[in-house]
């Protein structure tokens, strides 16, 4: 089954830049979607299709997606950025949906 | 606006059953592709079951199949998710959610708690 790794955990200053990856076997050629949860509240889609912001997202948010690797990028992060962000694809080899296992973003 | 609105969660016991509801409103329900993504408590999101809106075919995690069954009525505009056999691994909130099945998930329900305790 296809696998989608993140990195358990990242630590920025607040007005510098959160870089979150989600690792996977050619990740590049499927669509990839982010989510940010804060404690106690659902998700919320912040990117989809490799780089693209649903109205209501701020523009700091942006993301890309290459080989094996995709990244969601926060530029001049703010204390109410600090969540968890989780990476998703559809793997159409399963007909599944797949989730990374979440990167706690804490803002210092 | 878009709004989803699960119930039905509570305690069930190892090998019973439940049945959650999703209301939606704010959309055409029957032209898109629905889903259920749970959450198990301090844990990571994991996707549950997708509905397609054209053709409804059905899609389960392997970690469900055989013993949930997602469906749908337009008429009502509700998500249904019939949980059998349910197991204490089942425990989590269960989120209903618009779009899945090759499409993100966008919105999200405010998710239902389901408890599968002796």
């Known amino acids: 089954s296809y696998v989608l790794t993140q990195p358990p955990s990242v630590s920025v200053a607040p007005g510098e830049t959160a870089t979150i990856t989600c690792g996977g076997n050619?990740?590049?050629?499927?669509?990839v979607h982010w989510y940010q949860q804060k404690p106690g509240q659902a998700p919320v889609l912040v990117i989809y299709n490799d780089n693209n912001r649903p109205s209501g997202i701020p523009e700091r948010f942006s993301g890309s997606n290459s080989g094996n690797t995709a990244t969601l990028t926060i530029s001049r992060v703010e204390a109410g950025d600090e969540a968890d962000y989780y990476c998703q694809v559809w793997d159409s080899s399963s007909d599944h949906v797949v989730f990374g296992g979440g990167t706690k973003l804490t803002v210092l | 606006e878009v709004q989803l609105v699960e119930s039905g969660g509570g305690l069930a016991q190892p090998g019973g059953s439940l049945r959650l509801s999703c209301a939606a409103s704010?959309?055409?329900?029957?032209?898109?592709?629905m889903s259920w993504v749970r959450q198990a408590p301090g844990k990571g999101l994991e996707w549950v079951s997708g509905?397609?809106?054209?053709?409804?075919?059905?899609y389960y995690a392997d970690s469900v199949k055989g013993r949930f069954t997602i469906s749908r009525d337009s008429s009502k505009n509700t998500l249904y998710l019939q949980m059998n056999s349910l197991r204490a691994e089942d425990t989590a909130v269960y989120y209903c959610?618009?779009?899945?099945?090759?499409?993100?998930?966008?919105?999200w329900g405010q998710g239902t708690l389901v408890t599968v305790s002796s």
């Open positions: 704010g959309f055409t329900f029957s032209s898109y592709s």
């Open positions: 050619t990740i590049g050629s499927k669509s």
């Open positions: 959610t618009k779009e899945g099945v090759e499409k993100p998930f966008d919105p």
């Open positions: 509905l397609r809106g054209s053709g409804g075919n059905t």
